[in-house]
């Protein structure tokens, strides 16, 4: 079949997609999926169907969304079945994303945009939402899809898409605290994460207390391939002396101050294999939150060699 004249437009919709598919399902691998099933769908098309679409973009957009609100709800029957908790896939930084081992530079169209739509207190809320909650929100209130849009990538009315959207940002709501105070440059976020980095080097138990609210979380997803955890930890005290249990049974850890989903976090390295990225949730001068991801299957863009860098940002279409 001869190629479409417009097929450099048509690739160049792969950041897009890959921005848009990982915010709906909290994992790249599912997004690469879902991107490569809605290219093969395009390219399924006859070449009269593929000229008779008259905005590429849209029409690959639309498909996307329906292959990811499909896999989400396969995913939430998974996710049951999953063990331990379940913490979206952690991104690196644009500047510590390079090409596959061995491969060189990877596709520039594989991005992620790093902002405030990934940060991961949102991303773990994202997951809490119903499918079509989540895809109403993401498409409208991250992407900016006016609603009749909406409606149509995902078959509902404009008013039922209005609607869906507002109960999600209920729930973002809901779960998000008071505005912290804000911090003085001795307790900017880097500088905190610095500080509970070397507490925790230190074995500092005091220092590592200090630096945790009073009633802090900590969840970590090993799933069932890595030690962690199966519930979430609270409180200061309880968290300060797992981070010590686990710095006494792996000697020789190390630990890196990173990006991690576009905020300071801090990845631990056993023989130069990253086995835990840790995204820090900081408010005013405490550790509020931890999402520790120990799942190897999830820290691939980590390991050296295996990911690539993010720049874009979402756009309005």
């Known amino acids: 079949m001869d190629e479409p004249s417009d097929l450099a437009g048509v690739i160049s919709e792969r950041r897009h997609l890959i921005n848009l598919a990982y915010r709906l399902l909290g994992s790249v691998a599912e997004a690469e999926d879902a991107v490569q099933e809605t290219y093969a769908r395009w390219y399924g098309l006859t070449r009269e169907r593929q000229d008779a679409v008259e905005n590429p973009g849209a029409w690959l957009t639309t498909v996307a969304t329906r292959v990811c609100l499909d896999q989400l709800g396969s995913a939430r029957a998974r996710r049951e079945r999953y063990v331990g908790e379940w913490i979206p896939e952690p991104l690196p930084d644009r500047t510590e994303w390079t090409g596959a081992a061995g491969s060189g530079p990877a596709d520039p169209a594989d991005r992620i945009t790093l902002d405030e739509s990934v940060n991961m207190a949102l991303l773990v809320v994202l997951e809490a939402m119903t499918p079509a909650e989540r895809v109403a929100f993401v498409l409208h209130d991250v992407f900016r899809y006016p609603f009749p849009e909406v409606a149509a990538m995902v078959g509902r ?121 840790a995204a820090l949730e900081v408010r005013g001068d405490r550790v509020t939150r931890i999402w520790a991801v120990r799942n190897p299957e999830k820290l691939g863009l980590w390991q050296s060699g295996e990911a690539e860098v993010i720049e874009e940002t979402p756009r309005s279409p």
Not at 217 to 225: E, F, M, Q, Y
């Open 157 to 277: 009315t404009p008013a039922a898409c209005r609607q869906l959207a507002a109960s999600a940002r209920r729930r973002v709501r809901g779960t998000t605290p008071d505005p912290a105070p804000a911090p003085s440059p001795s307790t900017a976020p880097a500088r905190l994460v610095r500080a509970f980095k070397e507490a925790w080097e230190a074995q500092d138990i005091e220092a590592l207390v200090a630096l945790l609210a009073p009633d802090a979380t900590l969840v970590a997803d090993g799933g069932g391939l890595a030690g962690a955890v199966l519930r979430p930890l609270e409180g200061a005290a309880r968290i300060a002396d797992y981070l010590l249990f686990i710095a006494a049974k792996a000697p020789g850890l190390t630990l890196l101050e990173r990006t991690v989903n576009g905020t300071p976090g801090l990845i631990a390295q056993h023989t130069g294999t990253t086995v835990t990225v």
